[in-house]
Structures are given as structure tokens and as C-alpha cells.
């Protein structure tokens, strides 16, 4: 295959095109609004009302979402576009209206929709009014037909949601701490379902016990006194659950020492019953208990009793991870490595903060319920008695603020319009919550994983440096699919169930694991790791999916094949090679050029593939076409995909010292320019304007697909380098008299004054005129002269320090 230059450049728009700069927000929202909204309500499914003597519940049925919308003072309501709601000061968003079934005993009522609350819409979304418009359409309601979205307009600010990088949910990670004398086993797992995230810790000490943390139980549980509450009352059971090695259950003497006191399922309810609830009766314990163990531990296994055995299963699993970390049989994983690590999104922050409001929601409906009807005896209607500002005040302050769920802050922030470059590069930024204040030196090097996902030169200097990132041009970002599908079709493939493996399979197979779900055991993971990998080629299944074989670390280790499917997983584009062979011929390319193949089409024929870090361990990827040998699996599109958007300016990086890059990326964004063609219609309450912008004379490619050239910044100019009659002046410059004259660098600052008129009680209210002599606060003629019979100064008045722009008077009580 002799591809040019031009043909993989062609490649990288169609990429580039399908994927979008700033899709993976957008993504993350519409799936969000389409699927986590509603089950988020499902979760709660029915809503007691405790009434007299008669039972009766609220049935929450199906939750749906208009169209953006503004309510008028004097209660009209019309549609409203973004540019509208930048002006006055509004908030861009839609309202929400769920199905509520009332139901009396046995008889269900007449179901009612109700009005809920607003949800802030993410513009270019879904549900946005600009996704369906033409470029001269968006023109036509103040738009730049350029603007990437992917931002909420709050109170007429702009915020964007910074994606934020997180350790991986349902994923087990077995680490060392070296606190005291002794070094401890410690294996977390954030498990995690629909907004809801719970904390797994389970710890082997130096005692030989191993124990378990979760949320919910104050203290530390023996592991084998879970497990005996979990249903496995039986020792030996358990150390098989746990291996079929020997040595690894000699470890486990010490924890079936510390379980004497709790010998079968009841008692251990009890035992954890105590921890919750003591002095209790034993029933209130018990069902306290159950509680817990559905709802707080392994909540993504499942919520209710039949869940069970499946967390048991899970959690023998991690006690075996502990061990043979302690035996030298795995090594530690590293929590560095981006296989480990997932970025939250628009989407699934706002799942967070939407399921805590609509608790409180529920929890508000239920007890204005039941004081309405008890205390006034009257027939209760639903819509009279929810209050809608529960949800919208509490989520549109959080976007508004930055002040996040479980104490986060900064979450949101207002979006940078210096200029096109900084508004790009902020909708692809990403930080991590480590603190800010510490070393952390691991967290912040470049890991061999970032390649082709994160740009190495695009990260600020001082105490954000390495914790605040950029994605590269490559990086696409998962939006997940029903890891129930995966398993179903795994078990059709001949995986067998954990309950239904023999002691040979197990010892001799391989642990197949669907995003934390133990599917079961293969006989040869290899081979079917495979077979899914060219059922995923071939347009069988989803190319959400990926697959990762992990093999013994020792002889007779174990083997596990991972299948990732959730979502945030930041993965990238490579050309699919057999036998030293691309796949991508010169057909494909010709057709890519003609329009007649998509990206996708590319994807559904198994000519490229998206590998997150997990599935990229597998493979061996070749940097250019020549370098192919026949072990070789993947080949690179371009090398130049590796940088993000700032970094991408730069004309041969390639040739910079390191930091010189890292500098031109943070002052890339600095640059005056056009940072938007709608700046005069805007009421921003700063910004920069640079008269004559110029398109560079030296160009990189990238510039093209996120649209620099047409929103170029800076100018080019010619540039002597000397000393200065002698002397070394370092960074001084000198500015040519004739250049500044014909408008070198020329530019307008535009800020904006804001007085508004309040009408008070009785009628009165503020009035903009020409204050007359007499009234407190008058200044003097001469600091109105410049004011006309409004009030107001007229435009394209000069003006200079303490001129009034705005003549405003009070009656004067409210003086």
C-alpha cells in the first residue's frame, strides 16, 4: 500500500469529522438525557405515603425532557435560543415532566404528568434548538455557524463542565502501603451504578485477617463474616471461591480464626446488625443488615437479596487479587497507567447531581403529601404539592458555581473566549482531583499510556503541572454499552457460569470479566479473545468493546480476559494489520476522498479500530508503513495526532527544546484574535478584540480541522534580532513608528456597565435621566455632560475616568 501524505491527511478529517473536537461532551450529555435520567427515576421506582390507615404510593413512571424555553413575567412561555439567554441574563434550559401514578391499595389512579423542574441544556446537543440548524440558519439567531457547543449558558454565563479524571469504576486495584512496620494488602474498587458510588476497601493485615470496608458500617468487617452473611456459610467453599492453590488458602487461616464468633448466615447479619444498629431488636438488626449489604456493598453487582451470591463470588475474587500481590504472584497495579483510569463527563457528573436532587425532590413530595392530607383533611394532587425549584435551583447553582456533589469544587468554570484555540482547547481539558499542595510526582509525569490520548506538551506550569491535561487530536472518548449483552453473548460462546465451573476449569482456564461482572471461565481465553476481537471487525459486535488478555505474571499464574465496555474509557484510532499487512488499501482511501466511505464505514469493515490502554497492551503498532514486520498488529494513522489542540500550532515541534513547547501551548492561548464572529451581539462582560488578524504563513495541518484559519490570532510579522546600540536589552521590543500607523496589533477592549431599574412597592421605581440639582448624590454638571435626555451617554462618545455612562435616580425613600 503506497499511501501519500495527502491520503492519511484525508483519513484524519474523516476522523476528525466523525468524532467532533468537542463530541465527547455532547455524547456524554444526550446519553445522559436519554438513558440516565431515566434510571436515575427508576431507581426509585415507588414513592410510600405513609396516610392514615390506607396504603397508598406514588408510581413514578416515565420521565421526559422539551424543548429550551423561557417563562415570561407575565407567564407566557415561548422558545429561546442561546443568544437570547447570553443577552438577558438567562438560563438556556428545558423543562422536565415525569409520569406520576397515583395508587390506593390495589386501584391505580389516573396517571398525571408533572412538571418537575429545568434542566440546563448543553448547547449543540440533542434537545439544543442550534443542532438542527444550517450554518446560514445559526447566523440568522446570532451564532457562529463555528461554535463547537458542549457549554451551558447559567444566568447568561457561559460554563463549561471540566472533564474530570478518575480511578476506573468496578475495577479491582491492589495496592502496597508501607504506613507501619509492616507492609498492608489493600485492594479498592469504586463500585459504581447510575449516579451512586459506593467504596469498597478490603485490607489484608499484618495479623494475617483480612477485612472489609464500606459505606454505611462503621467499622472494619472480618472478610469471612461477610462472606458468611453474603450465604456462604461453609469454609471449605469459601477457600475454594477464594483458589484452589493451597498456599493462597493457608492465607486465609487467619480470617476464619476471627469468624468463630459468627458461624452462619444469621449470625453474621447479626454481627454486622450490632455495628449498625445496637441494642436493637434482633429483627430490626437483621433487616437493618440486608439493607446494607443490597443497597451500600458491590452496589454494581445488583440491589437486592437475589444479588447475593454474585457479590460473594466478586469478593472472593479480590481476596485472591490480595494474596497473590503478597505472594509476588501479581504485581501491584499501577494507578497511573490509563487503563485504570476513566474521565467523567457532562453526562456522568450530572447523573450525580441530578439523582441527589431528585431525592430530595421525592423526599419533599412524601412529606407535603402526607401534611396536606392529614393535617387538612383535602383530596392530595400531586402537582400542586411537588415543588419544581428543588431540582432546578440545586442543579443550575452547581453548573453556576463549580460547587459539585460530595464537596467537589470547581467543577465548572467560566469558558474561556480569549480566543478560537482557547475555547477549543478549554472543552478538552481534564484535571484530576489529587491535591494541589502535594508532590504527587508519579500522578504527574507522562506515562507511556498517554500517547496518542493526552498531549505531552499542553499542561500549565507550577502546582497544576501534570494534573491538569488536554486530550490529543487522536482521542476519542467511550460512551459505553449494556454490559448484560456482552455476557449473554459470552455464555452463547461457550464461557461457562463461575456456579456451573469444574475445579479443572478453573485451574486451567482463563477469568472472563465484563466490566467488573465475573462472566465465568474460558477454556482458552486467547482464543476467544480472538474471536471477539474479528466478531467486533466484522460489524458483529459493538466497537464499543474492547478486549484485553492479561497472562500469568509466574509460571502457572492465572490468565483473565477483560472486556471493557463503559464508559469515559479515552481510546484512539489505528489501522488494523494482518500478517505485516494494512488492511486500509489505496480502494479505501480513494473512496474516503470521494465521500462514498465514512469513518464509520472504516470501523464497521475492521479496516481502523479504537483500543482504549487496557487493549493496547495486547498489541504491537508500527509508527510508519515501512517499518511493518509480520508480528505487528496495528500501524499509526499520523504521528501529529499525538498532540492536542495548542500544541498542534506549533511548526515543527518536533526541533523545540520540551519546555519551549509546553510554553507556546499555554501563550497559544493567550494570543488576541477573533474568538468569536458574534462578538458585537455578545454582552460579555470583558473581552478582546484584534482588528486585522492574519492567517500564518507557516501552516500545520491540524490548523484546518478545528477551523484556525478561519478565527486566525496574532499577525505575521518581520522580526529583526539585535543587540540595541550595544547593549543586551534580553526581551525588549522595539515597534517600527509606520507599522503601528498603518494598524500593527491594533485592537479594542470591550467591557460592559450594567444599571437596572427596580420598581419598588406602591408603584415607584428607578428612573434613567439627567439627575437634577438637589437630589442626594448628585456629582455636579459637568459629570452629566455627556448624557442625553435618557439618561444614557450617547454611543461612540470618548470618555475618560469618572464620567457618568448612566444617569439613574431612586425615589427618594429608597435613596
Not at 70 to 92: F, H
Not at 285 to 301: G, I, Y
Not at 628 to 643: F, N
Not at 764 to 788: H, N, S, V
Amino acid at each position: 500500500m503506497a499511501v501519500t501524505t495527502t491520503q492519511l491527511w484525508n483519513l484524519t478529517k474523516e476522523f476528525i469529522h466523525d468524532s467532533g473536537l468537542v463530541r465527547q461532551h455532547i455524547d456524554s450529555y444526550n446519553e445522559f438525557v436519554e438513558r440516565g435520567l431515566q434510571a436515575i427515576v427508576d431507581e426509585v421506582g415507588d414513592l410510600p405515603i405513609e396516610i392514615g390507615d390506607y396504603p397508598l404510593k406514588i408510581k413514578l413512571g416515565k420521565i421526559e425532557i422539551g424543548a429550551p424555553r423561557v417563562i415570561e413575567v407575565d407567564g407566557t412561555e415561548r422558545s429561546i435560543y442561546p443568544a437570547e439567554a447570553r443577552i438577558r441574563n438567562l438560563t438556556y434550559a428545558a423543562p422536565l415532566h415525569m409520569e406520576m401514578i397515583p395508587v390506593i391499595g390495589e386501584r391505580e389512579g389516573q396517571p398525571e404528568m408533572v412538571y418537575i423542574g429545568d434542566l440546563p441544556v448543553m448547547l449543540k446537543s440533542r434537545i439544543c434548538l442550534l443542532s438542527k440548524l444550517s450554518p446560514d440558519d445559526l447566523i440568522g439567531v446570532g451564532e457562529d455557524p463555528l461554535d463547537p457547543g458542549g457549554y451551558f449558558i447559567v444566568n447568561g454565563s457561559e460554563r463549561v463542565i471540566v472533564a474530570l479524571e478518575d480511578l476506573a469504576a468496578n475495577r479491582i486495584l491492589v495496592d502496597i502501603e508501607h504506613t507501619g512496620v509492616n507492609p498492608a494488602y489493600k485492594a479498592k474498587i469504586f463500585s459504581t451504578t447510575v449516579g451512586f458510588r459506593a467504596r469498597i476497601e478490603v485490607t489484608l493485615k499484618s495479623d494475617a485477617g483480612v477485612y472489609v470496608t464500606m459505606p454505611g458500617i462503621p467499622s472494619d468487617i472480618p472478610f469471612m463474616i461477610l462472606m458468611r452473611a453474603l450465604g456462604f456459610e461453609e469454609d471449605a467453599r469459601v477457600a475454594e471461591l477464594v483458589s484452589l492453590d493451597p498456599s493462597i488458602q493457608n492465607e486465609l487461616e487467619g480470617s476464619f480464626e476471627k469468624s468463630l464468633e459468627a458461624t452462619n448466615q444469621r449470625d453474621a447479619l447479626l454481627y454486622l446488625g450490632n455495628r449498625l444498629a445496637p441494642g436493637q431488636v434482633d429483627e430490626y438488626r437483621l433487616r437493618k443488615a440486608e439493607s446494607v449489604l443490597d443497597r451500600n456493598f458491590l452496589p454494581h453487582m445488583g440491589r437486592v437479596p437475589g444479588d447475593r451470591r454474585e457479590k460473594g463470588l466478586f469478593l472472593a475474587e479480590i481476596a485472591t487479587r490480595i494474596i497473590e500481590v503478597k505472594l509476588g504472584r501479581k504485581t501491584p497495579d499501577d494507578k497511573d497507567h490509563y487503563a485504570n483510569k476513566r474521565l467523567k463527563l457532562a453526562g456522568s457528573l450530572l447523573a450525580e447531581l441530578f439523582r441527589i436532587s431528585f431525592r430530595n425532590l421525592t423526599r419533599d413530595l412524601k412529606y407535603q403529601l402526607e401534611r396536606i392530607t392529614i393535617r387538612r383533611h383535602i383530596e392530595f394532587s400531586i402537582a400542586n404539592a411537588i415543588r419544581p425549584g428543588i431540582i432546578t435551583e440545586r442543579v443550575q447553582h452547581a453548573i453556576a458555581t463549580g460547587n459539585w456533589v460530595r464537596g467537589r469544587i470547581g467543577v465548572t468554570q467560566l469558558l474561556d473566549r480569549t480566543n478560537f484555540v482557547s475555547t477549543l482547547s478549554h472543552l478538552r481539558r481534564l484535571q484530576s482531583p489529587l491535591s494541589r499542595s502535594q508532590p504527587n510526582l508519579e500522578a504527574r509525569d507522562l506515562h507511556p499510556t498517554h500517547y496518542g490520548r493526552l498531549c505531552p506538551d499542553e499542561t500549565p506550569e507550577g502546582s497544576n503541572c501534570g494534573l491538569v491535561k488536554n486530550l490529543a487530536l487522536s482521542s476519542s472518548i467511550s460512551v459505553g454499552i449494556d454490559p448484560k449483552e456482552i455476557v449473554d453473548k459470552l455464555h452463547r460462546m461457550g464461557v461457562t457460569p463461575v456456579e456451573e465451573s469444574d475445579k479443572r476449569l478453573r485451574a486451567t482456564g482463563g477469568k472472563v470479566v465484563v466490566d467488573g461482572i465475573i462472566a465465568g471461565y474460558s477454556k482458552d481465553p486467547v482464543a476467544l479473545a480472538d474471536e471477539l476481537r474479528e466478531y467486533r471487525r466484522q460489524g458483529k459486535m459493538s466497537s464499543e468493546m474492547n478486549i484485553a488478555y492479561h497472562p500469568p505474571e509466574v509460571e502457572d499464574g492465572r490468565r483473565e480476559l477483560y472486556i471493557n465496555c463503559d464508559s469515559g474509557r479515552v481510546r484512539r484510532p489505528l489501522i488494523v494489520v494482518d500478517s505485516g499487512r494494512p488492511r486500509l488499501t489505496e480502494e479505501h482511501l480513494a473512496s474516503v476522498d470521494d465521500g462514498r466511505l465514512s469513518w464509520q464505514d472504516l470501523i464497521r469493515n475492521g479496516v481502523v479500530e479504537m483500543l482504549d490502554a487496557d487493549e493496547e497492551e495486547n498489541a504491537l503498532v508500527a509508527m510508519y508503513e515501512h517499518e511493518l514486520r509480520r508480528d505487528h498488529t496495528h500501524l499509526e494513522i499520523a504521528p501529529y495526532l499525538m498532540l492536542g489542540i495548542a500544541a498542534s500550532l506549533i511548526p515543527f515541534p518536533e526541533h523545540n527544546q520540551s519546555p519551549r513547547n509546553a510554553y507556546e501551548s499555554a501563550m497559544a492561548k493567550q494570543a488576541l484574535g477573533v474568538f468569536s464572529t458574534n462578538f458585537f451581539t455578545r454582552v460579555d462582560s470583558r473581552s478582546h478584540l484584534l482588528h486585522y488578524p492574519q492567517t500564518p504563513i507557516v501552516q500545520t495541518k491540524p490548523m484546518e480541522v478545528f477551523n484556525y484559519l478561519e478565527r486566525p490570532s496574532g499577525q505575521n510579522v518581520v522580526v529583526a534580532i539585535l543587540s540595541f546600540q550595544g547593549y543586551n536589552m534580553e526581551d525588549a521590543i522595539i515597534i517600527n513608528k509606520s507599522s503601528v500607523d498603518r494598524g500593527l496589533f491594533r485592537s479594542t477592549f470591550y467591557r460592559i456597565y450594567e444599571a437596572e431599574s427596580r420598581q419598588y412597592l406602591g408603584g415607584l421605581r428607578d428612573k434613567f435621566e439627567i439627575p437634577e440639582a438637589g437630589i442626594r448624590g448628585y456629582r455636579g454638571d459637568r459629570y452629566y455632560r455627556m448624557l442625553e435626555e435618557d439618561g444614557m451617554i450617547s454611543p461612540e462618545a470618548e470618555t475618560m475616568g469618572n464620567t457618568v455612562l448612566v444617569g439613574r435616580t431612586s425615589p427618594p425613600r429608597f435613596l
